[in-house]
């Protein structure tokens, strides 16, 4: 990834080589908004349920940090042991303190994009134990040693085929395997194997409940369930962010994440975790890692009430024509062009900028985040702090000058419209090597106007 | 009522015909319309750039020149939609008598009836400012009753025939500034959504916005594409070419 001002443009250049896979990438992408489109709408109260979600988030924000121990207080009274991660390196450290002390050597984990925030899976594999990445999109990332490109779906940049020919590589599966049954029925009998095996098992939270201590875990295939209830520790790690007050406002949340993300009307499987079952051990893990950076920030906090639902991802239309690692960020997306300025400013100072501002993210967004306010918002500060290049500075320097002075506008003016005919022609700036200006008029509406009458 | 007609800067330079139906359909409906001298930029360019404070002196040379109007109106959806916010952000009161032309003509002077005729196929371009910043229309991402300003002022003119898009109301790829920064994604946009009217075999794009309009007109006068583009007030205003 390119830690400069056009990284974006620059991958966003790479990936539309290839126009068939782009082609394909964005109508894939498409065809999930469009079945999100289709199951919001026979919601009848969808756009209340937006509502609703949003003032939720809100007011969970405002008073974060009493829900926060409101749900470390229940949960420790049901049994769990919560732990405090001040950043990512604390996160890792306590995970593998955990697994140390019960001497776990392989780990099964069900999605998680925080243990990707966090490098866990290396920190890990330096200290000897194993994990295994149970989503089988997160697994066909793993084997083919990549990042997620899409937080929902996270290997959406392989094709099937692509898919077949890298298990046949890594699982021994016939050649030319080009069925998802097939292909998700070989992940799955590996898989099996490991879940028998696996010492501990590490989860994701979506929802964490603060009147009840408990937390929700939302997979398609069962994968966290299945690895939480057979090995004997199960630590489970979250945002904190993730809080959510009350039991019944699952009910707001379950009905629009499913439906905003992949047109399901709900994820196949909702997992309730309480409290470890007899002799299971069970370890929350709440991290902040910049978050409450942002939560102090009063323009992005909204930011922070995102439930990961990509539903911005798949309505992007650069997103879609740019793919997820033309992001300089782990989040790629509208979302992750506004978490990244967070972090690191300099770094991901292209991200504001890979957006037409149309405002299809935050129209589609399920908690009514302004991600596009947001990404303007943004530009801002990353101009003010010098992130951009000087040709652009003095660009938009001369532009202004021009503004303010009507006399100097309007010779510009007359100007550009003389060169116009040779710009068409000779293809030098950005918008002629693809695009036509239009002919030149002869007078401007303003010439015509004083004129007219006379 | 006066209303001040505003031209935003790259109309008046390369579109004043734009202007100009803008001018006449005002005028057509008995208004005294007064386009002030000293117009240049409303300063969106700047501010999304990331330069908007450069673009403020813009708003505040707009609010001087527009002031004493009873309305202000413009035949573009973003300019009016990045005055009406910064207005509005400063308190002036203006911020609530700016209108884009479609939504003026709709909402203001409740036209319901218009000479024009345009027997054409046309398909409409719903820009993404006017559509989710102005709220001309129902964006295809919201759950609630579907419509659209400027289809319901297109459906007054005669023979014109609006043709329906796969994508109802995705965006072009222009973008101001992101049209040359990511000038790749800015043409694929621009190409998929030229295609799509291409397949629906419209001979017309219009839109509420010249600046998408310039971008898919470029696009397709370079691809050698029989698509043609046109701004919504030529043909409301039964002057089109
Ligand atoms: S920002 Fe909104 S739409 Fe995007 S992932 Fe988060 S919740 Fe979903």
């Known amino acids: ?454 | 009522m006066t209303i001040g007609l505003f031209v935003p800067c790259y109309i008046d330079q390369l579109y004043p015909r734009v202007a100009r139906a803008s001018w006449e359909l005002l005028t057509g409906l008995g208004h005294t319309v007064e386009s002030p001298e000293g117009q240049t930029c409303c300063g969106q360019p700047l501010a999304n750039s990331g330069h908007a404070a450069q673009g403020e002196p813009c708003v505040t040379g707009f609010s001087q020149l527009f002031g004493q109007y009873d309305a202000v109106v413009g035949p573009s959806g973003s300019c009016v939609l990045h005055l009406k916010e910064h207005l509005e952000q400063r308190g002036d009161p203006l911020a609530h008598r700016i209108h884009e032309l479609c939504e003026f003509l709709h909402d203001i002077a409740r036209v319901e009836r218009l000479e024009a005729t345009f027997p054409h196929r046309v398909g409409l371009h719903q820009s993404c400012h006017g559509l989710r910043g102005l709220g001309l229309g129902r964006p295809s991402e919201c759950q609630i009753p579907a419509f659209s300003k400027p289809a319901r002022l297109l459906g007054m003119v005669g023979g014109l025939e609006l043709v329906p898009l796969d994508r109802a109301d995705e965006c072009c790829g222009f973008g101001g500034t992101f049209s040359v920064q990511e000038s790749d994604v800015s043409v694929a946009m621009g190409t998929d959504r030229l295609a799509d009217h291409e397949r629906h075999r419209a001979e017309f794009i219009t839109s509420a916005d010249m600046s998408c309009l310039m971008h898919l007109g470029g696009l397709a006068s370079r691809a050698g594409s029989p698509v043609k583009v046109i701004h919504i007030a030529e043909i409301l205003a039964g002057n089109a070419p």
């Open chain 1, 1 to 454: 990834m390119l830690p400069t001002t056009d990284s974006h443009p620059r991958a966003a250049h790479d990936f539309l080589q290839d126009p068939e896979r782009s082609a394909w990438h964005d109508e894939t992408l498409w065809m999930v908004r469009t079945k999100r489109d289709r199951m919001a709408s026979r919601v009848p109260e969808w756009e209340l349920l937006r509502e609703t979600a949003s003032q939720i988030k809100e007011h969970t924000l405002s008073q974060l940090s009493g829900y926060l121990e409101e749900f470390a207080d229940r949960a420790e009274a049901n049994g769990i042991t919560v732990h405090w991660a001040r950043d990512w390196e604390e996160h890792n450290r306590i995970v593998l303190g955990i697994l140390q002390r019960h001497g776990a050597k392989r780990l099964v984990k069900s999605k998680s994009m925080l243990t990707e925030e966090c490098h866990l899976n290396p920190c890990l594999a330096e200290h000897g134990i194993e994990v295994i990445d149970t989503d089988l999109g997160e697994r066909i990332v793993q084997l083919e040693k990549g990042a997620p490109s899409h937080i929902v779906m996270p290997a959406i940049h392989l094709k099937r085929s692509e898919v077949g020919e890298l298990f046949r590589r890594t699982m021994g599966t016939p050649e030319g395997l080009d069925d998802a049954q097939a292909l998700t029925e070989a992940a799955r009998q590996d898989l099996r194997k490991r879940y028998f095996a696996a010492d501990a098992a590490l989860t994701g939270i979506n929802f964490a409940v603060a009147e009840t201590g408990g937390f929700v875990v939302c997979t398609n295939e069962g994968n966290a369930d299945m690895g939480a209830h057979l090995a004997p520790v199960h630590i489970a790690c979250m945002g904190l962010e993730k809080i959510i007050p009350r039991q019944e406002h699952l009910g707001v949340f379950l009905r629009l994440l499913a439906r905003s993300a992949t047109g399901q009307p709900i994820t196949s499987f909702s997992s309730h975790f309480l409290k470890p079952r007899p002799g299971q051990e069970m370890h929350v893990v709440i991290v902040d890692n910049g978050r409450s950076r942002q939560l102090a920030r009063p323009d992005f906090r909204k930011s922070l009430a995102c439930i990961r639902c990509a539903a911005c991802f798949n309505t992007c239309p650069v997103y879609r024509r740019s793919g997820g690692f033309s992001y300089s960020y782990f989040i790629a997306g509208p979302i992750g062009s506004i978490l990244a300025p967070n972090i690191d400013r300099k770094q991901h100072a292209s991200l504001p900028f890979a957006s037409t501002l149309c405002g299809s993210c935050s129209a589609v967004c399920p908690v009514k985040i302004d991600i596009h306010t947001q990404l303007l918002k943004w530009r801002q500060e990353i101009v003010a702090e010098g992130h951009t290049g000087w040709m652009k500075r003095l660009a938009m320097r001369a532009a202004a000058f021009v503004f303010r002075h009507p006399r100097v506008f309007r010779m510009a003016g007359w100007w550009a419209r003389k060169f116009l005919p040779l710009a068409n022609r000779i293809h030098l700036d950005p918008w002629t090597k693809t695009r036509d200006l239009p002919p030149p008029p002869n007078a401007s509406f303003q010439e015509w106007y004083r004129r007219r009458g006379k």
